[in-house]
Nanobody
């Protein structure tokens, strides 16, 4: 059974930092991504990473503040979030793609095959 389990969410003040963890089990994924969904908004890409870690992609809104990484030995992907803003408040989802994604399609939810249940991140001003 394939599962993605996120952890590390929480409530914090603006300017703070959090590290989200997504532990995958049941199989490995070529590309892994983090998405987020705020109330009343569509799910949007935050960051994605290729299998070797050599390719990473970020939404413009988080560039320079967030860092995605993965540990294939642990089948785990991380999202380090710094300088958090109230606008970052959302449920954060981990997703795994069986295929290799690139700059033209990494941001599309339909290209990911498995999803976690999400973890809430709330940033107060």
């Amino acid at each position: 059974q394939v599962q993605l389990a996120e952890s590390g969410g929480g409530l914090l003040q603006a300017g703070g930092s959090l590290r989200l963890t997504c532990a995958a089990s049941g199989r490995t994924f070529s590309t892994m991504g983090w998405f987020r969904q705020a109330p009343g908004k569509e799910r949007e890409i935050v960051a994605a990473i290729g299998y070797s870690g050599g390719r990473t992609y970020y939404a413009d809104s988080v560039k320079g503040r967030f860092t995605i990484s993965r540990d294939n030995a642990k089948n785990t992907v991380y999202l380090e979030m710094n300088s958090l803003e109230p606008e970052d408040t959302a449920v954060y989802y981990c997703a795994g793609s069986l295929g290799t994604l690139y700059s033209g399609n990494y941001y599309q939810t339909r290209n990911y095959d498995y999803w976690g249940q999400g973890t809430q991140v709330t940033v107060s001003s």
